[in-house]
């Protein structure tokens, strides 16, 4: 039987990149998608994929019975991925705009959990691995709706993580910093969705934002392709004892180190020099 896996957000990026590695690999993938264009693209691809809006209940609800149906009620993995980024600077963010955050970035993805860990409890094994990011336990100005979200992830993964004890389910969380995606592109439709520049006090500081957001390539050093994510996805879905945290490039294990040994005003001080201009 090939062990199966459930991932979220498989149009672009990490979601994609580890839908295909894994599928070679020899599992059993479930690659969805939000929009049915893409779901349409990932079957030509010939990926099993259903369509599933982290918005949306009902389509979180359809795309986990038809897993299910496909599965004979089984599923050995999670990959919650599906997310994006919305940035502005907090006084800038509406309650809506908020709202949508957390409910693609947090509520969906746990909406989803809570649908498959009775599956896992009932087959007695099961690895949720969220994809988190730097930004779950570093903040930057101007990332304050994504930074607050992936806390929550953050939250909510070591709190399963203690309750699921002794259930033969893990849950690992991913930590990358910045990785080759759409993710920029996205973040820019969001930003302009979302944030009445023009009449910001920030209106400067936003031309920094999009002109960093709509560089072509790397914006930033140290970026890695998303196969860097792949090699972390893979060590917690086949080793016995996979990690709680799996750092993924090197601006991730800097932070981590720095957040242990800095005070959290010279930790701000730090983070204002790195991510002050946007
Ligand atoms: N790239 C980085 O530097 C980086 C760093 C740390 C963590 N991460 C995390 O990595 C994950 C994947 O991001 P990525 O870098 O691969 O970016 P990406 O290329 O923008 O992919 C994001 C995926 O999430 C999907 N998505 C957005 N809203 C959704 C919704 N309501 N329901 C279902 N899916 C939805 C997108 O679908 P659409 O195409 O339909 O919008 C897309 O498939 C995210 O959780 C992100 O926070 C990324």
Redesign the pocket.
């Known amino acids: 039987m090939k062990k199966t896996i459930l991932i ?8 994609y990149c580890v839908a295909k590695a894994l599928q070679e690999r020899g599992y059993h993938v479930f690659a969805t ?3 049915s264009e ?1 779901v349409d693209a990932l079957r030509q691809d010939g990926l099993e994929s259903f369509q ?4 949306n209940t009902d389509s979180i609800n359809r795309a986990f019975e038809s897993v299910m149906h496909h599965t004979n009620g089984k599923l050995y993995a999670l990959f919650n ?5 919305l940035p502005g600077a907090i006084e800038d963010l509406s309650r809506d705009a908020l709202r949508d955050q957390f409910e ?2 947090v509520l ?1 993805w746990q909406e989803l959990t809570n649908l498959a860990i009775p599956v896992m409890r009932q087959q007695g094994y099961g690895r949720i691995i969220q ?5 779950g336990f570093v903040s930057l100005p101007f990332r304050g709706a ?1 930074n607050a979200t ?1 806390y929550a992830i953050e939250g909510l993964s070591d709190t399963m993580r203690l309750e699921l004890q002794g259930s033969n389910i893990y849950v690992s969380l991913i930590e ?8 920029r ?2 973040a820019v439709k969001m930003l302009e969705k979302y944030i009445d520049v023009e009449s910001s006090i920030h209106r400067d500081r936003y031309q920094h934002v999009l002109k960093r957001l709509n560089t072509q390539g790397p914006a930033v050093p140290f970026t890695l392709p ?1 196969s860097a994510v792949l090699k972390r996805v893979i060590h917690a879905l086949e080793t016995s004892t996979p990690r709680p945290r799996y750092y993924v490039t090197f601006p991730t294990y800097l932070l981590g180190v720095l957040k242990r040994l800095l005070s959290t005003r010279a930790l701000d001080r730090l983070l204002v020099r790195t991510g002050g201009d946007h």
């Open positions: 979220t957000g498989c149009s672009s990026g990490i979601g998608a939000r929009r893409s599933l809006d982290l918005m991925n599906g997310a994006y980024g693609t970035n969906g994809n988190s990011s730097v930004l994504y992936k990358p910093g910045p990785i080759e995606s759409k993710f592109e996205n998303p």
